[in-house]
């Protein structure tokens, strides 16, 4: 059995903008740790996360108060299951849809699509599955 601690405490600060925003690699695909030394992946993640031999990513995603996640978009799906506050999230650039979103929501990015999430005066916290490309996808 394998255990991962992916409390609030052991976020890091996402690299580049994303003010206010903490993530914890959850599991990851171990192709992408491979040629990294374990010692310097767990303190660079503040402890490693579960290794598969899977396309696939999950990481626990902590919002402050007033944090924003900076819009981007990715060449794989992303399932975020919001956990706990309230929150916003916008689909396709500034112009897209916007919504509210709260604890039991789940939210779909599909793979090349501009998304965000932002808070007010609330935190929120969730756990984001990046998924392999969807079937069919062009490689």
Known sequence: MRVRRFSADRGSKVPGGHPGLFAVPVL???ALARG???DDLARRLNGAPLLVDA???????YFD???RMDEHDADHPILLLVTSGQG???LGGAAGETRAIGA???VLWPAGILHT???EDQPLAGIAVEC???RGAAD
Do not use: K, Y
């Open 28 to 30: 990851w695909d171990q």
């Open 36 to 38: 990294q030394d374990s």
């Open 55 to 61: 396309p696939v990513a999950v990481a626990a995603l």
């Open 65 to 67: 108060p007033n944090a």
């Open 88 to 90: 916003f999230v916008r």
């Open 104 to 106: 039991g929501d789940a």
């Open 117 to 119: 999430v932002w808070t």
């Open 132 to 134: 392999p490309r969807e």
